[in-house]
């Protein structure tokens, strides 16, 4: 299975995962310019922007943690753009799900507040 393929399986898993709890998909992959919000999910009056982090059992990092600051930073410009885009009035929260792949079995963790835009 090829890195693209991989990363597809594990969306494909973290999106099953959020609908069987309720929440609405309202765009997968969305860009704006070079940055890219991988999920944006809606539940209630919230929006959720969830970055999904996909990883063979074997791994020496949790997934989380490869979401460091720049790449936070990166999904708050998206998310801002994305609500400004849509013209959009909900709450925001910044969400990591990570799947974690062995064989045919996947492992989802969900992360939720896992990170919030710095004030200045």
Partial sequence: MNTLDFGKRGEE????YLLERGFTIRDTNWRWGHKELDIVAQKNSTLHVIEVKTR???FL???QASVDRRK???????????????NLTYDV???IITVVISGENSEVEYVPEAFYPLTR
Avoid at 13 to 16: D, G, L, N, Y
Avoid at 72 to 86: L, S
């Fill in 13 to 16: 898993a973290a999106k099953s």
């Fill in 56 to 58: 063979r059992a074997n």
């Fill in 61 to 63: 990092v949790e997934p």
């Fill in 72 to 86: 936070q930073q990166h999904t708050i410009a998206a998310a801002n753009a994305y609500v400004q885009r849509f």
């Fill in 93 to 95: 929260q910044f969400d």
